[in-house]
């Protein structure tokens, strides 16, 4: 059945980076846009990133653009996404989800469980 | 990128119906009939309830319905059940090719 897995969140100091992983198993990736959407605490869901299936189309958040980059390996079925010059504002629960085709259309049902990034000084 | 706009919450008791409207602007619910609506329970991943104004996942009780007028998009949930308890978020694609949520609308289910 469809899966999808995050690593990679934890407690880091503003300025720093990161990147989360987000494996996946059960369906033809290299098919799929991708989607990362964070849960921001009080505040609720922000959509961050979409990677269209074969990793030429990419788009942002303005309030991320320049500081994160979404990037696929359709080799190894895994989606990632750089985080640099982290704010106490990138705090959240970060969830990878599928996309409804190969494009920027819809998020799929299928989304991971999260991962938490904490972003302190 | 805005926000879509959403009450903040809204209740109702067990049996009655709820509707949570979806407010945004010709570039993005306006313009374009992919609006999705996801239910969170706490501690938990969305769960998208409908996709593309009016459709279902399959899996999902026929009591959740989607509709669209212009700028506002509605979630109606029928036959309210205590397990509908949790957060409903709209989302839509914009013009900018990305996609904007709402606030979020938390249900109590009296």
């Known amino acids: 059945q469809v899966r999808l897995v995050e690593s990679g969140g934890g407690v880091v100091q503003p300025g720093t980076s990161l990147r989360l992983s987000c494996a996946t198993f059960?369906?033809?990736?290299?098919?799929?846009?991708m989607h990362w959407v964070r849960h921001i605490p009080g505040k609720g869901l922000q959509w961050v990133a979409v990677?269209?299936?074969?990793?030429?189309?990419?788009f942002y958040a303005d309030s991320v653009k320049g500081r994160f980059t979404v990037s696929r390996d359709n080799s190894r079925d895994i989606l990632y996404l750089q985080m640099n010059s982290l704010r106490v504002d990138d705090t959240a629960i970060y969830f990878c989800?599928?996309?409804?085709?190969?494009?920027?259309?819809?998020?799929?049902?299928?989304w991971g469980q999260g991962t938490l990034v904490t972003v302190s000084p | 990128q805005s926000a879509l706009t959403q009450p903040a919450s809204v209740s109702a008791s067990p049996g009655q119906s709820i509707t949570i409207s979806c407010t945004g602007t010709?570039?993005?619910?306006?313009?374009?009939?992919?609006v999705s609506w996801f239910q969170q329970h706490p501690g938990k991943a969305p769960k998208l309830i409908v996709y593309?104004?009016?459709n279902r996942p399959s899996g999902v009780s026929y009591r959740f319905s989607g509709s669209k007028s212009g700028n506002t998009a509605s979630l109606t949930i029928s036959g309210l059940q205590g397990e509908d308890e949790a957060d409903y978020y709209c989302?839509?694609?914009?013009?900018?090719?990305?996609?904007?949520f709402g606030g979020g609308t938390k249900l109590t289910v009296l």
């Open positions: 990677i269209w299936y074969d990793g030429k189309n990419k």
């Open positions: 059960g369906f033809t990736f290299s098919s799929y846009g």
């Open positions: 989302s839509s694609f914009s013009i900018t090719y990305t996609w904007i």
């Open positions: 010709t570039n993005d619910i306006g313009g374009y009939n992919s």
């Open positions: 989800a599928r996309g409804r085709h190969y494009d920027s259309s819809g998020i799929d049902e299928y």
């Open positions: 593309e104004v009016t």
